[in-house]
């Protein structure tokens, strides 16, 4: 069923609902942002770092330009209302902040580098002395496959095609050369 055009026609003292209001002027947030920026600013710096101060301030006056129509007229005092906003933008990067522990991070560049532990480097320089000197005892065809497979990489199969002897030989060697050497440095 259809009501007649006249039925529905609001008339000039009819109320109109909240959402009907007009929404603040696009000049007037453009006017609040160059008066109150410096102050808001300062205010947010003495909290904050001066860059993270900039972007709060930014973000406050977004959160007072998305408003809806309704509430931006309810606000009696615009510039009350960015304080307030700013405050809580600050209080909410705190919180996030040690949600995260970002407030016990230390930057790699500000971390002092670690000294060096002149014990252990002491110790290392020991225990590299005592094993060339290990390695020094061995007799000279150990000594030769020893060092042909640990420091030069060759396969117990390439060494036994150099030096004439079965891979079980190298083998052995190599099995004489690593009790020995455990023996003597690990003391």
């Known amino acids: 069923m ?7 026609a609001l008339s000039d003292a009819d109320p109109l609902p909240p959402e009907d209001r007009a ?3 696009p000049g007037r947030i453009e006017q609040l942002y160059r008066a109150h920026r410096p102050r808001l600013l300062r205010f947010l710096a003495r909290r904050t770092s001066n860059d993270n101060a900039q972007d709060l301030v930014q973000q406050a006056f977004v959160r ?3 408003l809806d129509s309704s509430r931006a007229a309810a606000i009696e005092s ?15 990067q705190a919180k996030q902040a040690r949600r995260h522990s ?17 014990v252990a480097a002491l110790e290392a ?3 590299l002395r005592r094993l060339e000197a290990a390695i020094l005892r061995l007799k000279p065809r150990t000594r030769e ?3 042909a497979h640990r420091i030069d990489g060759f396969s117990y199969a390439e060494i036994a095609n150099r030096t004439g002897l ?11 050369a690593i009790l020995y050497l455990n023996r003597n440095v690990a003391r």
């Open 145 to 147: 496959i020893f060092l």
């Open 102 to 118: 970002l407030d016990q991070h230390v930057s790699i560049d500000d971390a002092p580098p670690p000294a060096p532990d002149q």
């Open 64 to 66: 007072l330009a998305a």
């Open 166 to 176: 079965s891979v079980k030989a190298v083998e052995k060697h190599m099995s004489r």
């Open 2 to 8: 259809k009501l007649p055009q006249e039925a529905c």
């Open 23 to 25: 929404p603040p002027e």
């Open 78 to 92: 615009p510039v009350a209302y960015l304080h307030q906003a700013a405050r809580n933008l600050v209080n909410d």
């Open 125 to 127: 320089r020991d225990t």
